[in-house]
């Protein structure tokens, strides 16, 4: 579970409750209400997943043994800029690896993790459907085709300069 | 596909892209313009429910979805599973990393998919349909909101479809990034709001499906051929393709090729057509090594394969599958021990964890790759990657596990020498395991400064001042220094 305890205030419980109520507090709703609530949210803290369980009356295990089965979820809040790196087969072999290689030691983070100043994260994806571009990486919204190692330093000063 | 040159056309066949990147997919006008949802009219009022699926058998149209079991005959096992609910679900799961077809369609043609799930609807006698799609595929999410919201207006979803007195109605669902969750059953769990993990079959979801209740799976581009089965007949479909493969398949080209993107090709088309008329050939004039198809459960084809027709059977007997649709074209420089060691990594990663042969057993596949691609590999090591290749193959829960060790089955059956250079040579020739690259300095770039000489923390580089040098493979501890030093680009790997 992540390591910061966060305390929830009172309208964001409020938010969640509502949320759960539009899905009828029904359990087989529970991937779109944790799909609503990651939207909102940004990311699933185990203090979210506590409250969406007391509301829809499920084990709290129950709830995080969803969360933890999709890779689509996080317990980890993005970064404010999240890096994506598609390591489906086109870009891998076209040398995806050295790119995400790359964003690993310059951010000096793992995938999966987010910069402690929080304002990059690294995640990898499975084909984002540009494999001509291939190796392809997103930051945000934007994304960067034919991307080599030696082009992952500008991109990063791009949000940080 | 307009940068295709004409000739190219003509081994193209589209069906199920036939309205992609024609019609503005958010107006269903365009659709029905173009004969949409005339097959939906032709099934209500002309057709028995019986007499559709009797069309649908004699098509020949089988699932694209992998398995390619006939879709007519899925159906005809739920209709006659007798229930007072039923379900249609569209899988639009596309899993596969590095294939997009099932995503194009969506975003292109959104009605076909409506229109056919209504056409099973009345088939099998459901009266809800489900489309189980990514969450990463926002674009096909918000067009398929929009089209379903157009088909309601029009009375062509809803209650009484043109007056027939039949309804049906189609619903979202969201996957969350798990690649099992195509797998029908497990698809089904994760619809139901579980963890997507996989069930024994049977029971088959046309018998005990979503909510228990009989459930006919079918996957987009399965779907997607639907209509223009039932406008143009089922003699006219079967017309096209090879003996037991009917129709054509869509493919995502990508990789080391000239013209990567989407292809509709004539089942039994060869590898050949495929790779170097459609394709434009290997990128930068390179030399063909292998065409990986079916994703993670699949194999793949050389050139010894360059002519043979591409369909379900063949694809099988060599080694591979038809899967999705995924084809990944590899030159000489990509490394068949790495390409197994990344399809392996995927599906470690993807493992539901359920069942003990595919959740140990790929961890111990990938551990024995990622051996043999680090130089630590044995002899030996190949025969344990075979064994438990079969193992795994044939004790593992669902067609995940049973057919992971086959990206690293047919690399070794294809490229015995590849593997056999890394574990006795311990060289990778296309030089892409880095740890099995060796320092060595360039002859004729050295000036003989001796920079590298005198940071080699081992010394083993000799060479007089002013004379090229050369380094001793047998100490070299690979640091990287002396490349560090070259100011004058000698120091390579290779
Ligand atoms: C691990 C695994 C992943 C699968 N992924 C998909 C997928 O992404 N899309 C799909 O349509 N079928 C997928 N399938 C096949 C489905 O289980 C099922 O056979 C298919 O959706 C049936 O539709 P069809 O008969 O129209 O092909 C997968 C199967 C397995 C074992
Ligand atoms: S074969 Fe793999 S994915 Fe399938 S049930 Fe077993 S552990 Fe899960
Ligand atoms: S540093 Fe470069 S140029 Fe100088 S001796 Fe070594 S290899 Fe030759
Ligand atoms: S890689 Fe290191 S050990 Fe090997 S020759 Fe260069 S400096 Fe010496
Ligand atoms: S594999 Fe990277 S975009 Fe398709």
């Known amino acids: ?161 | 596909m307009s940068k295709y040159s004409k000739n190219i056309n003509k081994k193209q066949i589209r069906i199920a892209l036939r309205n992609c990147g024609i019609i503005d997919p958010e107006i269903i006008e365009e659709y029905i313009a173009r004969d949409g949802y005339h097959a939906l009219g032709e099934v209500l009022t002309r057709q028995t429910p019986e007499e559709t699926i009797e069309l649908m058998k004699a098509s020949g149209l089988r699932g694209r979805g992998g398995a390619g079991f006939p879709a007519g005959l899925k159906w005809d096992f739920a209709r006659k599973n007798e229930a007072d609910q039923k379900y249609v679900v569209c899988n639009a799961d596309e899993g596969d990393p590095g294939a997009f077809m099932d995503r194009s369609i969506l975003e292109g043609d959104p009605h076909s998919v409506l229109e056919a799930m209504a056409i099973v609807g009345r088939c099998i006698g459901s009266d809800m349909g489900y489309i189980y799609i990514r969450a990463e595929y926002p674009l096909a999410i918000a067009r398929l909101k929009i089209a379903i919201e157009q088909a309601r207006e029009y009375g062509l979803l809803g209650k009484d479809i043109l007056g027939s007195g039949f309804n049906f109605d189609i619903d979202l669902k969201y996957g969350a990034g798990a690649f099992v969750c195509g797998e029908e059953t497990a698809l089904i769990h994760s619809m139901e709001g579980e963890r997507g993990e996989p069930t024994l079959k049977p029971p088959f979801p046309a018998e005990s499906g979503y909510m228990g209740k009989p459930t006919n799976v079918n996957n987009v581009e399965t779907l997607a051929n639907v209509p223009v089965i039932i406008l143009k007949g089922a003699e006219w479909f079967s017309s096209i393709g090879t003996e037991s493969s009917k129709g054509t398949k869509v493919f995502a080209l990508a990789g080391k090729i000239n013209n990567v993107g989407l292809i509709e090709v004539p089942m039994g088309t060869t590898l050949r057509e495929v790779i170097f008329e459609i394709g434009g050939g290997i990128k930068d004039g390179k030399k063909f090594k292998a065409a990986q198809t079916g994703g993670p459960s699949g194999g793949c084809l050389t050139e010894k394969h360059l002519d043979t027709p591409i369909d379900y059977e063949n694809l099988v007997a060599n080694g591979s599958m038809m899967g999705s649709g995924g084809m990944i074209v590899m030159d000489e420089d990509d490394c068949m021990v790495s390409i197994a060691r990344f399809y392996l990594d995927f599906t470690v990663e993807e493992s539901c964890g359920k069942c003990a042969p595919c959740r140990i057993g790929n961890k111990r596949l990938h551990e024995l790759l990622q051996r043999i691609c680090e130089g630590k590999g044995e002899e030996s090591d190949l025969v344990r990657l075979r064994n438990l290749g079969e193992v795994i193959k044939d004790t593992s829960l669902c067609g995940l596990g049973q057919s992971s060790p086959n990206p690293v089955l047919s690399t070794m059956d294809n490229f015995p020498e590849e593997y056999l250079s890394h574990v006795v040579d311990k060289k990778c020739t296309s030089g892409v395991c880095t740890d099995l690259l060796e320092y060595f300095i360039v002859e004729e770039n050295c000036i003989g400064c001796t920079a590298c000489a005198r940071a080699c923390p081992v010394g083993c580089i000799s060479g007089e001042r002013k004379e090229p040098h050369l380094i001793n493979p047998d100490t070299c501890i690979k640091c990287g220094a002396c490349m560090e030093k070259c100011k004058f680009d000698a120091v390579i790997l290779k």
Request: proline share 4%.
């Open chain 1, 1 to 161: 579970m992540s390591s910061v305890k966060i305390e929830l205030r009172q309208d964001q419980v409020d938010k969640i409750h509502s949320i759960c109520d539009s899905f009828g507090n029904q359990e087989g709703e529970l991937i779109n209400v944790l799909h609503k609530c990651q939207s909102t949210f940004g990311y699933l803290p185990a203090e979210v997943q506590e409250v969406i369980s007391e509301k829809m009356e499920m084990p709290a295990a129950k709830v995080y043994g969803v969360v933890t089965f999709y890779s689509f979820f996080t317990m980890i809040p993005k970064g404010k800029h999240p890096i994506s790196i598609c390591t489906g087969t086109a870009c891998y072999v076209r040398g995806a690896e050295t790119v995400l290689n790359e964003f690993k030691k310059q951010l000096e983070i793992e995938v999966g993790e987010t910069c402690e100043d929080g304002i990059f994260s690294l995640s990898c994806l499975r084909c984002v459907g540009a494999c001509g571009l291939a190796p392809v990486v997103q930051v945000g919204d934007k994304t960067y085709g034919r991307v080599a190692p030696d082009d992952v330093k500008g991109i990063i000063e791009a949000y940080t300069g």
